[in-house]
């Protein structure tokens, strides 16, 4: 039988670290403000949510590994917001963060969300931070929540088989 694993919304118990972009805080402001709110709706706990602030969307990827090695976070929540300027510095910047944030949840296999706006204009990145687009903070925070029990389901499931599973003893096995 082909057993299905699903993260839940259920955030009680979960560590979570906000790392939000000083750059454009207009916009970032809003989305810390929706993801500590999508936090708290969830379950974590008020004392198990910790907000620090970066200077700029760039330099959310190494904070984001700093906060992921401690082991004192289930999940990471990226915040920042890149809005689109006449030179291309907006890329290097949108894409450095992007690729950053990838890699330090590859490395570190702690679940770290992106909720990094990348917008051609300030009314539409305040329109994606609580507007008529949606809230980018709330939906990162709901998917490092996600991500976080989907994390302990495969690696409680994978535990379990190692101590005494039929996989575990040969039975089962291709």
């Known amino acids: 039988m082909v057993r299905e694993l699903h993260g839940s919304l259920e955030g009680s118990g ?3 670290c906000v790392l939000a972009s000083r750059w454009n805080t207009f916009v970032t402001e809003k989305l810390v403000e929706g993801a500590v709110r999508k ?5 974590v706990y008020e004392d ?8 700029g969307a760039f330099e959310l990827p190494v904070a984001a590994k700093w906060a992921a090695e401690t082991g004192a976070f289930d999940a990471v929540v990226c915040l920042g917001a890149v809005i689109r300027g006449e ?3 907006f890329e290097y910047v949108a894409g450095g963060a992007a690729q950053g944030i990838a890699r330090v949840a590859l490395d570190t296999g702690i679940p770290v969300a992106f909720g990094v706006l990348t917008c051609d204009t300030a009314a539409q990145a305040m329109a994606r931070a609580g507007g008529k687009a949606g809230h980018k903070g709330e939906e990162a925070a709901a998917t490092a929540i996600e991500m976080a029990r989907l994390r302990q389901l495969l690696r409680d499931g994978h535990e379990a088989s190692r101590s005494g599973g039929e996989r575990a003893q040969g039975k089962g096995a291709r």
């Open 14 to 16: 979960l560590r979570v």
């Open 39 to 43: 936090l708290r709706e969830a379950g």
């Open 48 to 55: 198990d949510i910790e907000v620090a602030w970066v200077p």
């Open 87 to 89: 030179t291309a510095h």
